[in-house]
């Protein structure tokens, strides 16, 4: 599974800089988070259109993402 995905070291930008804000981050910025891929950054882009992030665990509205991923990413984002 990929629920131990380190973040990706070539866009390492979300950590060296502070927390994400989920309701405003890139794709690039969503897929360099830890478990976050490709599909799963579209998933919360597209989820994010009609709804506002308000708390990581927000995200287990999602199908897909559950709750290892979100503890695995609370550390590196933020909510605004």
Excluded: C, M
């Excluded at 990929?2 to 930008?13: F, H, I, L, M, T």
């Excluded at 799963?40 to 897909?64: C, F, K, Q």
């Amino acid at each position: 599974t990929s629920s131990g995905v380190e973040p990706d070291p070539e866009n390492s930008e979300t950590t060296n800089t502070g927390p994400i804000d989920l309701n405003t981050a890139t794709k690039d910025q969503l897929v360099a988070l830890p478990g976050i891929g490709e599909v799963r950054a579209d998933s919360i882009i597209e989820w994010r259109a009609n709804n506002l992030i308000t708390s990581a665990s927000d995200l287990l509205t999602i199908i897909g993402i559950g709750q290892s991923t979100v503890d695995s990413i609370r550390e590196y984002v933020t909510q605004k």
